[in-house]
């Protein structure tokens, strides 16, 4: 009996360990991401001359929101036509070199995560924007497994991730857009809408930033607390900021925090939303 009982409580308290160890690597992933490679090779572009060339890149080494980015690629493709567009798509990061991305109009992170380029590669992305060049972040591309990267941080996004809803973890509110906003990215968009999402929680108001749609913060549980994590139940109160958008240099830059779910890709709100950011940042 006493042996059995050390080899049930020995194996309950490996299993323990294992979970323990797993949790610990998710949430590391989460935050940091696990860069297998950086891809380095070129690859061939064919962009048709009197077409805007979108880049949208959806690589992660963090979590992945595949089934939003799997609703979004044929969703944005929908809109090269109406908008004289060419929509080119990879997780491949070879294609961040100064060379090829000068023939891109915008750059989309598209829910990419984690750390995704090399040094070389994101000093040349910096140095696209800085020059002319825009890039579009869609959710993930704004969480905090973009940290150590603090051109990103600090200048693209102008706001430190926190945390997410949790408990609950979806939440469907109103969606309102502000007044003085700029007149093309404005157009045609309504002035409220209903978005289930999870909504992102940052630690300021994003700085040097102009809001385009924001939600009433007091109406969304942004309580993130799991597991040892008890520090995570705030919001950014009333006013919380969910799209935004910026000058860089000579390029622009915009991004919205929502977009978790496949769903928001059939949201006409939404899809009017990014298909005029995409057109705002092309125009100079």
Do not use: C
Request: hydrophobic letters at 40%.
């Amino acid at each position: 009996m006493k042996k059995f009982l050390k080899i049930f409580f020995g194996t309950i308290l490996v299993l323990i360990v294992l979970l323990v160890g797993v949790g610990a690597m998710f949430f590391y992933k989460v935050k940091n991401g696990f860069p297998v490679s950086y891809e380095t090779e070129k690859p061939v572009l064919s962009i048709p001359a009197n077409k805007s060339a979108i880049l949208v890149f959806s690589k992660t080494t963090g979590f992945r929101h595949a089934e939003s980015i799997d609703a979004s690629i044929p969703a944005i493709k929908k809109m090269e036509e109406k908008n004289n567009w060419y929509v080119y798509a990879t997780e491949q990061g070879g294609v961040f070199n100064a060379e090829q991305l000068k023939q891109f109009k915008v750059v989309v992170f598209n829910n990419s995560t984690g750390r995704v380029l090399s040094d070389e590669q994101q000093k040349a992305l910096q140095e696209y924007v800085e020059n002319g060049g825009s890039l579009l972040g869609i959710h993930g591309a704004g969480d905090n497994s973009h940290h150590a990267w603090d051109w990103y941080t600090n200048e693209f996004l102008g706001a430190v991730f926190s945390h997410h809803s949790i408990n609950p973890h979806l939440q469907k509110t109103e969606v309102k857009l502000e007044t003085d906003i700029d007149t093309l990215l404005g157009k045609n968009l309504a002035k409220s809408w209903n978005n289930t999402d999870e909504w992102y929680v940052f630690l300021s108001q994003p700085k040097g930033a102009k809001v385009l749609y924001y939600i009433d913060g007091d109406k969304i549980i942004p309580n993130g607390n799991m597991l040892w994590i008890k520090d995570k139940n705030f919001g950014m109160g009333k006013y919380h900021p969910v799209a935004w958008y910026r000058q860089m240099g000579k390029g622009k830059a915009f991004y919205t925090s929502m977009g978790h779910s496949k769903d928001v890709w059939t949201n006409p709100d939404y899809l009017k939303m990014i298909e005029n950011s995409i057109n705002w940042t092309i125009k100079k």
